[in-house]
């Protein structure tokens, strides 16, 4: 009788096969029921308030975890849960199978474009420098730290400020890795580098706890553009991405995507003026 059971199963599983392939279903399709029944959705963030934050008791918070948070249950997702990762490392993570979707700032560009699937346009920002009060080296642009030879930069690995100094010419020795905004503020504030570069938000939510007079925000970086994120998911993982694009339209027109970005200091009118197919396509 379990072998007739196991049998039966088998032809069952095939009937499924057959009929999921003459409706057009797919492993793409399964995605969001996959997560429906583990009932969350593991999400990579950067711990870089405001958009992502992690508290002492683990609980993640900012901008774009909250968003993500409230669409995963409007699609019958009870939560998330997050891995805190590098801007370099959040792709191959989401490409590996690490994680089901990236909410962490990630902003859209062509090649990020090709590598994952982005939802419509999340949360919108410019770019900023952290200097010493009095902006000593007088720095305006990413250009300026270039054309001194003896300054440095500090950015997060992987991420945009990264990419952005050394395409205006900052040698690679003097771009410096920093893991984390309090690592920054602090190397800032020993003299270890010269500037701290992270979108305004960003780097205004750093200064704002840091409490310290001796700091001075340059913000917007010249000459640096204005980026959107979106949530970004496998490729593959399209029909899941569209649902969550279907939400995330109801939320927008709703006022209630309004509600949970702008008390970070996000526009939700920012958002809301451009798509993903222009962010993908400028240059």
Known sequence: MKKLGVLAGVAGLALAAVLAASTGGSADDSKLEQLKA??????????EPPYTA???DGKVSGAAPDVAREIFKRLGVGDIVASISEYGAMIPGLQAGRFDVVT????????????????????????????KKGNPKGFKSYEDVAKDTSATIGAPGGGTEEKLALNAGVPRERVIVVPDGQSGL????????DAYSLPVLSINDLVKKANDPNLEVIAPVQGAPVYCDGAAFKKGDEALRDAYDVELAKMKKSGEFAKIIEPYGFSAAAAMSTTRDKLCAAK
């Open 186 to 193: 602090k190397m800032l504030q020993d003299g270890r580098i």
């Open 38 to 47: 583990q009932g969350f959705a593991r999400v990579a963030i950067a711990n």
């Open 104 to 131: 962490a700032g990630l902003f859209m560009k062509p090649e990020r474009c090709a590598a994952v699937a982005y939802s419509e346009p999340v949360l919108c920002d410019a770019e900023a420098m952290l200097v």
């Open 54 to 56: 992690v508290a002492a």
